[in-house]
């Protein structure tokens, strides 16, 4: 009897069927699942150099067909509202976004809500791009000039991406004149 077990015990320590005894190489092991989501780009010959670059035209992103709710240029003054269509602008309170002042050197200062810069150097934005750069980066205070974008997650979370045209400047002789030119997206959730 003692042989048995001791047959069984090295058996089952090998990863052979034994009957009650586990070896510890046959232990359940977790399981693991990997998402990835991969961006997909064709390489071409730098025509100076003779170096790889990165062909822009052919990059891919998973929300390149993303609805957009809507495109266009809007006026930006106090309160905006950028859940209606067209955006709503010059409102007293509400909206996704505030343009609280400008100053005279050009800059817009926008504040009270979530939303996040671009760097000057990004290529444009997709929706997800946008909406994860404001998860990242958001700030509730965010100065811009024309030439500048903004990432904002509106009230109804729709992710909207304000390009600054041109920023009017009204001084303190006439501060209702402040206001921004914009173009904006804003995508459906």
């Not at 990997?34 to 822009?56: F, I």
């Not at 602008?89 to 909206?95: K, N, R």
Request: net charge negative; glycine share 8%.
């Amino acid at each position: 009897m003692a042989v048995v077990a001791v047959l069984g015990i090295i058996a089952g320590f090998f990863g052979l069927p034994a009957t009650g005894l586990k070896s510890p190489t046959s232990a359940a092991q977790p399981t693991v699942t990997v998402t990835a989501t991969v961006t997909a780009a064709s390489r071409k010959p730098h025509q100076d150099e003779g170096t790889d670059q990165e062909d822009p035209a052919a990059t891919t992103s998973p929300d390149a067909t993303a609805a957009v709710s809507y495109h266009g240029s809007v006026r930006l003054r106090g309160y905006s509202d950028l859940d209606t269509d067209p955006p709503s602008e010059g409102q007293a309170v509400g909206g996704d976004i505030l343009l609280s002042e400008t100053l005279s050197d050009g800059t817009a200062r926008f504040a009270d809500f979530r939303m996040a810069l671009v760097e000057a150097d990004q290529r444009p934005l997709t929706q997800s791009e946008c909406t994860n750069l404001v998860h990242a980066q958001g700030q509730d205070v965010v100065e811009a000039t024309a030439g500048d974008s903004l990432c904002v997650i509106t009230d109804r979370d729709r992710t909207a991406l304000v390009k600054l045209k041109k920023v009017l400047f009204g001084g303190t002789d006439d501060p209702d004149q402040d206001s921004a030119q914009a173009e904006i997206t804003v995508w459906d959730k």
